[in-house]
């Protein structure tokens, strides 16, 4: 037995309909997950009510949930990428504008006898404690910065004599967040599955060996706290416990009057390996 014990909490946001996070605890096949879906820009619906990022994350879930262990989670974002294509399709989305995509970020890893494997995309995050007490972020955040990487982005197009609106058109929210959209799996934009082939060529994936790791924290954006770092709210759920963090940092944001997302998060304890 690789694994000693599995916490997860999941918290919708309060200005949703429905939660957009998604999470696998696979256990037979040492798999687990986090998926956090893209808040549509668009106001789209199937016939039960669900929205694109819902069943972006949800296409995922079902994905790795049914895995028995050994596919290879490369190849089951692929397959995933492949079923949320085809579902976009026959609802008639409009696939050309990245706005218009359904899209999830991905965090999952799958914990086998001596190695750890791992697949990531977006800002869904993997961090690992090592048997010191370290604590170490496992991913990198392709979200972080997007904003300035896009205003970047277009001050190059004018200066190349693209036909780009002025930065003013860009102050209204909603019109940077669909030129945002159109920056997934791009060079310096970032990644997200949603369906475009490139989603494979971006995918963050490696392979970590399983001793000295004592446990694993896969989390959604929704964990991020303004006031620490990735390894210090690590630190933080491993004083006070996953639901205790997240209390404390919703508590937070209220008072603050800032944004409360989905939260979600998967922590894993592993059984020691014995050294060489």
């Known amino acids: 037995m690789n694994v000693t014990s599995v916490e997860h909490i999941q918290k919708k946001s309060p200005v949703k309909k429905e939660c957009e996070d998604a999470f696998v605890l696979n256990s037979q096949a040492g798999i ?52 949320l294509r085809e579902e976009m ?29 791992y697949v990531q995309l977006g800002d869904s995050m993997i961090l690992i404690e090592d048997e010191e007490g370290r604590f170490t972020v496992l991913t990198s955040d392709s979200v972080k910065g997007i904003s300035e990487r896009a205003k970047q982005k277009r001050a190059e197009g004018r200066k190349a004599g693209e036909e780009i609106p002025p930065e003013s058109y860009y102050d209204i ?59 210090e709210i690590y630190h933080r759920i491993r004083e006070v416990g996953l639901e205790a963090y997240v209390q404390e940092l919703t508590e937070h944001l209220n008072k603050h009057a800032l944004h409360i997302d989905d939260r979600t998060a998967v922590w894993i304890k592993l059984k020691e390996v014995p050294p060489l």
Request: with cysteine.
């Open 32 to 83: 687990y997950g986090v998926l956090d879906g893209a808040t549509p820009l668009v106001c789209f619906e199937d016939e039960a009510g669900h929205n694109g990022a819902y069943l972006a994350a949800q296409i995922f879930k079902a994905k790795l949930d049914q895995l028995s262990g050994g596919e290879g989670l490369a190849q089951a974002v692929e397959k995933a990428n492949i079923h």
């Open 89 to 117: 399709e026959k609802y008639a989305v409009q696939t050309d504008l990245g706005e218009e995509r359904w899209s999830t970020c991905v965090a999952a890893v799958e914990i086998m006898n001596d190695h750890i494997q």
């Open 173 to 231: 929210r909603m019109n940077k967040l669909r030129y945002n959209r159109r920056l997934a799996n791009v060079e310096g934009g970032y990644t997200v599955a949603n369906g475009m082939p490139e989603v494979m060529d971006c995918l963050d994936q490696g392979t970590i060996s399983r001793r000295g790791v004592r446990s694993l924290l896969l989390i959604s954006d929704g964990l991020f706290h303004p006031k620490l770092s990735l390894e």
